[in-house]
């Protein structure tokens, strides 16, 4: 079953919660065993699972890949926007969590979060749910 959700985004570099997102999409297949994949079809933004209790995690994470990839810099890339791609690399665009009991098994400080490194924009969310059961 692949469902799809969409995000908008409100700023250049945005990082946003999508946990309870995702777990609706994870609620409505109804499975009791199986696994979720969660991916942005997207170059510019990434999909990562880190600490979700503590907003100054998320903002560690954001102002650090500033550091590493400044969006100023001898980029060749004619459209203006390295940064964001090479930022997509570092974070990824997919993520893989197990279901158990209709629910994401994820740890008990963890969420899921879309990184937007190239917004304001509207972006696609894919989740593939894949049920144990045969």
């Given at each position: 079953?692949?469902?799809?959700?969409?995000?908008?985004?409100?700023?250049?570099?945005?990082?946003?919660?999508?946990?309870?997102?995702?777990?609706?999409?994870?609620?409505?297949a109804n499975i009791k065993e199986g696994t979720c994949i969660i991916y942005v079809p997207h170059t510019t933004c990434g999909i990562f699972i880190n600490e979700d209790a503590d907003p100054s995690v998320v903002q560690d994470?954001?102002?650090?890949?500033?550091?590493?990839?400044?969006?100023?810099?001898?980029?060749?890339?004619?459209?203006?926007?390295?940064?964001?791609?090479?930022?997509?690399?570092?974070?990824?665009t997919h993520q893989i969590v197990m279901i158990e009991n209709n629910h994401l098994l994820l740890g008990t400080w963890q969420g899921i979060f879309l990184a937007e490194f190239d917004g304001p924009r509207t972006r696609r969310v894919i989740v593939k749910i894949i049920s144990d059961k045969i």
């Amino acid at each position: 079953m692949i469902n799809e959700i969409s995000i908008r985004t409100h700023s250049h570099t945005d990082i946003i919660d999508i946990t309870q997102y995702v777990q609706n999409v994870v609620a409505s297949a109804n499975i009791k065993e199986g696994t979720c994949i969660i991916y942005v079809p997207h170059t510019t933004c990434g999909i990562f699972i880190n600490e979700d209790a503590d907003p100054s995690v998320v903002q560690d994470i954001e102002n650090t890949l500033e550091r590493l990839v400044p969006w100023q810099a001898h980029y060749s890339h004619i459209e203006g926007n390295s940064a964001a791609h090479i930022k997509s690399v570092l974070v990824g665009t997919h993520q893989i969590v197990m279901i158990e009991n209709n629910h994401l098994l994820l740890g008990t400080w963890q969420g899921i979060f879309l990184a937007e490194f190239d917004g304001p924009r509207t972006r696609r969310v894919i989740v593939k749910i894949i049920s144990d059961k045969i």
